[in-house]
């Protein structure tokens, strides 16, 4: 399953402030495991080098209702009235591949942001920051193992 993200003006203007004129497409590809459950909800978010939530990229999953199980992504993002806009497609199924693409501001990479993915699935545990790995040139390209339903996230600079 491919989902691109159309990254909204609003979206940007949240994940870009100061260097809106320079930006990079990045894509993540989250490979999940076969856990033999329901398909999962997902957040991509990105924190900055002190934790703070800095925007939403992509929300898998489509009934707002379970977004409370994407503990770490609803408590930090709970403010922001804008997450949601133009972001947000359905579950993923065991097995399969989420992807997802995000224009960022070049400030924001190798500036100490970190990519997180929340997930949880229905009848399972939830597992926040289930995926966490530094926004960074170093860490492009390669895989990194989520600790529950994520076999594999990886994501490209462009």
Same mark, same amino acid.
């Given at each position: 399953?491919?989902?691109?993200?159309?990254?909204?003006?609003?979206?940007?203007?949240?994940?870009?402030?100061?260097?809106?004129?320079?930006?990079?497409?990045?894509?993540?590809?989250?490979?999940?495991?076969?856990?033999?459950?329901?398909?999962?909800?997902?957040?991509?978010?990105?924190?900055?080098?002190?934790?703070?939530? /800095?925007?939403?990229?992509?929300?898998?999953?489509?009934?707002?209702?379970?977004?409370?199980?994407?503990?770490?992504?609803? #408590?930090?993002?709970?403010?922001?009235?804008?997450?949601?806009?133009?972001?947000?497609? /359905?579950?993923?199924?065991?097995?399969?591949?989420?992807?997802?693409?995000?224009?960022?501001?070049?400030?924001?990479?190798?500036?100490?942001?970190?990519?997180?993915?929340?997930?949880?699935?229905?009848?399972? #545990?939830?597992?926040?920051?289930?995926?966490?790995?530094?926004?960074?040139?170093?860490?492009?390209?390669?895989?990194?193992?989520?600790?529950?339903?994520?076999?594999?996230?990886?994501?490209?600079?462009?």
């Amino acid at each position: 399953m491919s989902k691109p993200l159309l990254t909204t003006l609003a979206a940007a203007c949240v994940l870009a402030l100061p260097a809106l004129a320079h930006s990079r497409q990045v894509t993540l590809t989250a490979q999940l495991k076969s856990y033999g459950g329901n398909g999962a909800y997902l957040a991509a978010y990105l924190t900055d080098a002190k934790g703070a939530y /800095a925007g939403t990229l992509w929300v898998a999953g489509g009934k707002a209702k379970y977004y409370k199980h994407l503990s770490d992504w609803n #408590r930090l993002s709970a403010g922001d009235a804008k997450r949601l806009t133009g972001v947000t497609g /359905a579950s993923v199924g065991a097995g399969r591949t989420l992807k997802v693409t995000a224009d960022l501001a070049n400030a924001l990479i190798d500036a100490g942001y970190e990519i997180h993915i929340d997930a949880a699935v229905e009848d399972m #545990r939830d597992s926040p920051s289930e995926i966490r790995v530094p926004l960074s040139t170093a860490n492009a390209g390669k895989p990194q193992v989520g600790k529950q339903y994520i076999q594999s996230l990886t994501f490209q600079l462009q």
